[in-house]
């Protein structure tokens, strides 16, 4: 999709209500800006609040992948209550 925008005076550009729409992107949302040669490259741009980062360190999302092989592949146990899975840990 391609489209024409206008620069305003305070530097703003307007994405239309179609494109937007085609990028799944909502009022308030950051966009990442890359210049190369003489284009700008927009790229919608998710922001992580700190202390959430973690999660998404490459190491985290690791475990996140080999606990869903895990699950998808039945090697998981569940528990009745609390102190049933108490006594399985002290097993």
């Known amino acids: ?3 024409v925008v206008k620069l305003s005076r305070d530097g703003q550009v307007k994405l239309s ?10 009022d308030g949302e950051y966009l990442h800006v890359q210049v190369v040669g003489h284009s700008l490259i927009l790229t919608p741009q998710k922001l992580i609040d700190q ?3 973690y999660f998404w360190s490459e190491e985290w999302q690791a ?6 092989e895990d699950i998808d592949a039945g090697r998981v146990v569940t528990f009745g209550d609390v102190d ?8």
């Not at 475990?63 to 869903?68: F, H, N």
């Not at 049933?84 to 097993?91: A, C, I, P, Y």
């Open 1 to 3: 999709m391609e489209n």
């Open 17 to 26: 209500p179609a494109l937007r729409r085609v990028l799944g992107l909502r």
């Open 51 to 53: 202390d959430q980062a």
């Open 63 to 68: 475990a996140e992948r080999a606990a869903q």
């Open 84 to 91: 049933e899975l108490v006594r399985d840990l002290n097993s």
